[in-house]
């Protein structure tokens, strides 16, 4: 009898099996998988200039300069109260309540002045308001 202690070896985990039923794995997925384009409606779609688009009649660009002066669809408004502005906005209305308010003012502009128009455009009616702004690329020439 031999009771001298063995050798104990490491185990080893062989990768290379495991490397081949990856790789046929992955064959498998490549040439199952379909590469074709779902195409179940050919359309060819209206081509439109955008700037024709545009409705203007609904549009009312109100300007305000930076000392506090308004313009409404370029037209002065005499005075610079409230009510003022909205005898102008409701004379532009030309589409009733369906217009849509531009706000283009001057970035140094009061904001009380900015307030003045969106109030005359409440009391006129006019919830569709908008601010007119321009890219910061175009603002550093």
């Not at 490491?10 to 199952?32: A, C, G, R, T, Y």
């Not at 000392?67 to 502005?85: E, F, P, S």
């Not at 409440?122 to 919830?127: E, T, W």
């Given at each position: 009898?031999?009771?001298?202690?063995?050798?104990?070896?490491?185990?080893?985990?062989?990768?290379i099996?495991?490397?081949?039923?990856?790789?046929?794995?992955?064959?498998?997925?490549?040439?199952?998988?379909?590469?074709?384009?779902?195409?179940?409606?050919?359309?060819?779609?209206?081509?439109?200039?955008?700037?024709?688009?545009?409705?203007?009649?609904?549009?009312?660009?109100?300007?305000?300069?930076?000392?506090?002066?308004?313009?409404?669809?370029?037209?002065?408004?005499?005075?610079?109260?409230?009510?003022?502005?909205?005898?102008?906005?409701?004379?532009?209305?030309?589409?009733?309540?369906?217009?849509?308010?531009i706000?283009?003012?001057?970035?140094?502009?009061?904001?009380?002045?900015?307030?003045?128009?969106?109030?005359?455009?409440?009391?006129?009616?006019?919830?569709?308001?908008?601010?007119?702004?321009?890219?910061?690329?175009?603002?550093?020439?």
């Amino acid at each position: 009898m031999n009771f001298r202690p063995r050798a104990k070896e490491e185990p080893e985990i062989n990768l290379i099996p495991f490397i081949d039923v990856l790789l046929v794995i992955l064959i498998f997925l490549m040439l199952s998988t379909t590469y074709s384009k779902f195409t179940e409606l050919q359309l060819t779609l209206p081509v439109a200039d955008a700037e024709q688009l545009r409705d203007h009649p609904k549009e009312i660009i109100v300007a305000v300069a930076a000392d506090g002066r308004y313009a409404v669809n370029k037209a002065a408004v005499d005075g610079k109260g409230v009510d003022a502005i909205a005898r102008a906005l409701t004379q532009a209305a030309k589409a009733g309540s369906n217009s849509v308010v531009i706000i283009s003012a001057d970035a140094t502009a009061p904001h009380q002045s900015v307030v003045s128009v969106m109030e005359a455009a409440r009391r006129v009616g006019l919830s569709q308001i908008t601010f007119a702004t321009q890219s910061s690329a175009s603002a550093g020439r």
